[in-house]
């Protein structure tokens, strides 16, 4: 996993509410337990027509929207299914943080887990930031703040060992295993059997 500490990026939107996991990543595309080549398929019924020629109206098939690593997403985004794919697929496509107002607890968790960064931020803050589409902003994990491009900064939450997580660029298997050491000591040292 990349460590995620400041994303400099500028921003794509996507105002639309309640996009699902399967508006994210079609269940047809879910044949494969590899995260390689899922962005080829993001939002794939959204993007292109039934022949899979692009739609070049989509904000992903516009040329403002290469190189951009922020989505700027709608109300309630993730909502749906419990699947894993959605947040690889966005980090395939080469997004590395999604902004909401509302993000979907499931969704929130796998992105985390797998080094997507969720922000949810106030109303206020996602108005500004749906209304200058393209605006290059400044992610700072470590003191959990956005910084538009006016300067304006927002304040975004994020529990500690999921930040310590995306800063160290472990999952939670991976922090376990830096501490494996401690781990042996505690199993030699106890005197009682689980």
Not at 60 to 82: D, I, K, P, R, W
Not at 84 to 101: C, M, N, Q, Y
Request: net charge negative; glycine share 8%.
């Amino acid at each position: 996993m990349q460590p995620v500490r400041q994303i400099k990026s500028r921003t794509v939107v996507l105002p639309a509410s309640d996009v699902d996991t399967d508006q994210i990543i079609p269940a047809r595309f879910l044949t494969t337990t590899s995260r390689d080549g899922l962005g080829q398929h993001l939002f794939h019924d959204w993007r292109f027509t039934s022949d899979n020629s692009p739609k070049p109206e989509f904000v992903l098939n516009t040329e403002a929207a290469a190189g951009c690593e922020v989505l700027v997403a709608g109300h309630n985004f993730g909502c749906g299914s419990s699947r894993e794919h959605a947040p690889w697929a966005l980090l395939d496509f080469g997004f590395r943080a999604v902004i909401s107002t509302q993000i979907a607890d499931i969704f929130r968790s796998n992105a985390l887990k797998n080094g997507l960064l969720p922000i949810v931020v106030d109303g206020a803050a996602h108005s500004a930031l749906i209304e200058t589409a393209g605006q290059e902003i400044d992610i700072d994990l470590v003191r959990s703040t956005v910084r538009l491009a006016d300067g304006t900064e927002i304040g975004f939450p994020i529990d500690d060992f999921s930040r310590y997580c995306l800063v160290e660029g472990i999952d939670q298997l991976g922090f376990l295993q830096k501490h494996e050491d401690e781990i042996s000591n505690f199993e030699e040292r106890r005197n009682w059997t689980p």
